[in-house]
């Protein structure tokens, strides 16, 4: 992986901050190492889709286990890829929540046994910072503060990026997060998993008019989202179908239901902008690779003027750069944590 960006904030005049990053949350087993905090020397991802798609999605303890077997060889050849020793670099940092317990636990503990045998600092990341801070990869003017809806297979988040790891979280998902929604619906369509990459490539073969489903909406509360109530349209849609003898066009069907998804994400992100006052976008999150979506934002944020930021499509599904780049702001804030590091699966944004 060649550089991907300028070098930004140094956290001490001249010295270069190397950080050897590990991500372990879900079904990627990855490692990066990162230099001041937005140049990737290495992004090394051992993916586990093949093997989770036998049963339709990722089945937590075939995870852990996968993540044991490749963690060592994925360090490995992070290390080797960037062209540096351990000796080299000035902290490790890792994912330690949210996400699947015992895949995060192989991450936590391979990293805590790196960095005490190194004798280098450890720094904790949360997942969803990770996501976010994808964004600064290849953003090199992209500074706090700035808006993100954070789109992936587990969460949906609309918040305002105060500072490097500050967030104010203005809307959220009150039952399935977006990608969860394309899992189900791909499933549903006979498409496999992981939906989301699937749904986006037949919709491009679709009408996304052909059929009006709902747009999720939460009274009172602007920001949020719900994605159940159009699950549930589109499995009534099918089955009603499939009663009735009719032929569903599933390419009609995957356009129309990604409309209805990307509609809803654009016009609350464009709604918390108008309100807050913010003229920097950013997206994050595996949804955020979606094309459609990249090109509704794009569109919207043009029409009214504000920068649009978002990670190319391999910092947005899971990868340890992006954990490096919110481990580089973290470690010149001075977190720091000790050998009693452990995963939290449910750990909270903004929570240290
Ligand atoms: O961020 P991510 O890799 O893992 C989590 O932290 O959850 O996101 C994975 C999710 C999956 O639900 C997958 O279907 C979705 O991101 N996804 C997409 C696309 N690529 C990945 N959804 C829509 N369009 C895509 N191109
Ligand atoms: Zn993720």
Known sequence: MENCSLDTRKADGEKDILILAVESSCDETAASVVKNGRTVLSNIISSQIELHKLYGGVVPEIASRKHMEKINQVIEEALSGAGVELSDLDAIGVTYGPGLVGALLVGVA???AIAYGAGLPLVGVHHIEGHVSANYIENPDL???FLCLIVSGGHTHLVIVKDYGEFEILGRTRDDAAGEAFDKVARAIGLGYPGGPKIDRLSREGNADAIVFPHGKISGSPYDFS???LKSAV???LNSARM????VDAADL???FQKAVVDVLVEHTMLAAGDYHMDKIAIAGGVAANGSLREAMKKACRDRGYRFYYPSPVFCTDNAAMIGTAAYYEFIRGVRHGWDLNAVPDLKLGQR
């Open 110 to 112: 391979e990293a805590k």
């Open 143 to 145: 500074e706090p503060p």
């Open 227 to 229: 994605f159940s109530g």
């Open 235 to 237: 499995l009534n849609y």
């Open 244 to 247: 009735k003898g009719e032929n």
């Open 254 to 256: 995957a356009a129309s």
